[in-house]
């Protein structure tokens, strides 16, 4: 799947952090007992105040659990896009299994991100952007693309994996020694990931299986690592709003002890537990609409612990920006 871009080359460097909302990582180095009010989520929206929408807690595999190693035989082939398909259908998620990218390259890029949010923030803070002064290849601090209320409870390194005009891997940061290579080689590997699914799920529309890469052929992977650190009032906070992913296809890593992500689905949030050695895919709104509705872009979340640090992977196959 051929990726391209049309955005302009940026200039090298970090930008300065002035008058912005501080990052967590900030507040956590300052032992804040209380949230700070730019993070605190209106009380309908607080994950502990869905009266109306009862969290429900799913075990392991409750989401659909699908072993795409099936979609290689001829005998399962059949059977593992109906499951594709199903899934698409009524959760607009699924769990993935024996998805193709090597656990080793997997646990060398969680391991990389993490040390990095690890560093001293005077290690970081060259890397910080926000919304205004984002240059289109990478940064380091806040996203909240979604727009909510409230900032997210989270901190983030973010940038493209694809096309190579926007991957520039030069420009990310310099430590952890390893970070450059794994995100590289990760980004490689969820490629060839995005083109097999993209194939599948055409599959399972009964079309030919390069229907939707030629639909996507100019489309930009784009990466964000997520970490939530431990936060004094979880429940007055999301980690990430409710939304819904406005590309084509997204693919998350999940913690491996612990994630807070949560799906709605049927008037009723599931939290989704981690399976071992799974992916999360999930639709995005254009996908949505190339299937007349028939695969769906699903509202989703994140929530946060109170005594834990949640890090998350997450690839975006989205459209070029104007």
């Not at 049309?6 to 007992?33: D, F, P, T, W, Y």
């Not at 989401?63 to 594709?84: E, F």
């Not at 005009?165 to 030069?170: T, V």
């Not at 399972?204 to 390069?210: Q, Y």
Request: charged residues 20%; contains cysteine.
């Amino acid at each position: 799947m051929e990726m391209t871009s049309n955005i302009g080359e940026a200039g090298e460097g970090g930008h300065e952090k002035k008058n912005q909302v501080k990052l967590v990582q900030e507040l956590l180095e300052m032992a804040v007992r209380e949230v700070p009010r730019e993070f605190l989520v209106p009380a309908e929206e607080r994950p502990q105040n869905n009266a109306d929408h009862l969290i429900k807690k799913t075990q392991p595999g409750f989401l659909p659990l699908i072993d795409l190693g099936g979609l290689l035989h001829p005998l399962s082939q059949a059977h593992t896009l109906h499951q594709i398909a199903v899934a698409c259908e009524e959760w607009g998620f699924f769990q993935a299994i024996n998805h193709g990218i090597p656990q080793s390259i997997i646990e060398g890029a969680r391991l990389a991100t993490r040390q990095f949010f690890e560093l001293p923030m005077e290690k970081k803070l060259p890397y910080y952007v926000d919304n205004k002064n984002f240059d289109g290849f990478l940064g380091y601090g806040h996203t909240d693309f979604f727009q909510g209320v409230a900032t997210n409870w989270m901190d983030s390194l973010f940038g493209f994996l694809a096309p190579e005009p926007l991957k520039r891997i030069d420009l990310w940061p310099s430590q952890p020694q390893k970070l450059r290579g794994m995100v590289e080689s990760y980004g490689l590997e969820l490629q060839s990931l995005f083109t097999r699914l993209l194939a599948a799920i055409s599959k399972s529309l009964g079309k030919m299986d390069d229907h939707l890469e030629k639909e996507f052929q100019h489309y930009n992977l784009f990466f964000r690592a997520n970490y939530y650190p431990p936060c004094p009032q979880p429940e007055l906070v999301l980690g990430t709003h409710g939304h819904k992913d406005h590309g084509s296809l997204t693919v998350l890593l999940q913690d491996k002890d612990m994630d807070g992500l949560q799906v709605f689905k049927n008037g009723q949030w599931f939290s989704i537990d981690p399976t071992p050695n799974a992916l999360v895919i999930n639709i995005g709104d254009q996908l949505q609409t190339l299937t007349n509705g028939k695969y769906k872009s699903a509202l989703h979340r994140g929530v946060v612990s109170s005594d834990q640090t949640i890090m998350t992977l997450v690839a975006h196959l989205d459209p070029p920006h104007p």
